[in-house]
């Protein structure tokens, strides 16, 4: 079974960076794609980018040119580092086994996700 570990998360201000990372098992570094997908308040879980073992990326349009995804399989882990956070971006952030295009999630089961929250 896939595991997530998600970690990183914080209070930030409009403007400020914040890296997350997530440590993922073994089993998940073999699937074509790894990702970030986040759930605000009141709102449906929604993806915001995967990293194919290509290198391959995408991103959803609200975070083009804001959001890098980088992986390391030798290190098991899949990174998001997030600039010029917006308060919109405020959600938590899982990390999914994902395929795109469309972006999609894969796993069947979530990490506990870790919390970004972007002040005005």
């Known amino acids: 079974q896939v595991q997530f570990v998600e970690s990183g998360g914080g209070l930030v201000q409009s403007g400020d960076s914040r890296r997350i990372s997530c440590s993922v098992s073994?089993?998940?570094?073999?699937?074509?794609?790894l990702g970030w997908f986040r759930q605000a308040p009141g709102k449906e879980r929604e993806g915001v980018s995967c990293i194919r073992n290509s290198g391959g990326t995408y991103y959803v349009d609200s975070v083009k040119g804001r959001f890098t995804v980088s992986r390391d399989n030798a290190k098991g882990t899949v990174d998001l580092q997030m600039n010029d956070l917006k308060p919109e971006d405020t959600a938590t952030y899982y990390c999914a086994v994902c395929d795109f295009p469309p972006l999609m999630a894969l796993n069947d089961h979530w990490g506990q996700g870790t919390q970004v929250t972007v002040s005005a």
């Open positions: 073994e089993l998940a570094l073999n699937y074509y794609g």
